[in-house]
């Protein structure tokens, strides 16, 4: 009988999963992952788990009135923990990385002139100075280059070389977080199995200049998905905001897997597409 391609991942050594922000892992991978035969050697790595104190732009302003939140750092206190609960629940390990997320990250050392403007306009002062025109549009800011290092190199010291293997945000929906965590996944060298981040692929497609490249399998998951429903709903900050009908969408998860990654990556059985 072939070997299923996508639980046979976590026979392949250790499996560390990137998940740019607390919650993406479980959107996107929490079916598989609840059903993984060696969920002990699975980590999960939140990379974008901190906020930083005000002057806020006016697009973090709007994401903090969208979840509830009067303080951009409590809630990320209180994001991390609801992180650290499920992912316990889901029975792996977890790994904050501590790195800023991508609405609240401001350029490096500014000039005392660009200090005290950015005081009157906050914008002038971040990586992302808005959502929609900056940190949404599928691209990593030139500005960046240091936290993609950063996270390179985190990734390379959690997971070694001949470990094991990553399992990385196609970066679908285009945020640059996403964007530069799957950057970070391909400079580290390590074997990548991709996964299409939901709920942005109900509405978006991978970007095909970065998919036609990989010469990929792809495979999808639809066993444990009411379980995981029951997972994502314990990221109360979140899940309104996603999800403002109360319903969460029941579609397969959907993974990428190169050529090569793993013997069971080179056999997809019949049920994989």
Known sequence: MAVDPLTALSRSGALLVLS????????????????????????????????????????ARQFLRQTGAANAEELYV??????????KQ?????????????????????????RLAARL????????????????RGRVSARDAETVRQVTETVRELLPRGRGLLLAPLGVGGHADH??????????GLPVVYYSDFPYNLQAAPDPDFTTGLRATEASWDRGLDTKAELIRGYRTQVSALFPDGVIPRVPEVYLLPAGVSDGAARPPGGAT
Request: hydrophobic share 40%.
């Open 121 to 136: 306009l906050p914008e002038l002062d971040h990586v992302y100075p808005t959502y929609r025109l900056h940190l949404s």
């Open 20 to 59: 740019p922000h607390p919650d993406d892992a479980v959107l996107s991978c929490g079916a598989l992952l609840g059903q993984l035969p060696d969920r002990s050697a699975v980590t999960v790595m939140t990379v974008f788990t901190e906020a930083a104190p005000p002057p806020h732009t006016l697009s």
């Open 179 to 188: 964007v530069l965590v799957r950057t970070a996944a391909e400079r580290s």
């Open 90 to 114: 889901l029975g792996v390990d977890r790994f904050h990385g501590g790195f800023v997320d991508g609405l609240f990250r401001r350029l490096p050392a500014p000039k005392r002139g660009r």
């Open 78 to 87: 209180e994001r991390r923990a609801e992180d650290q609960a499920v992912l």
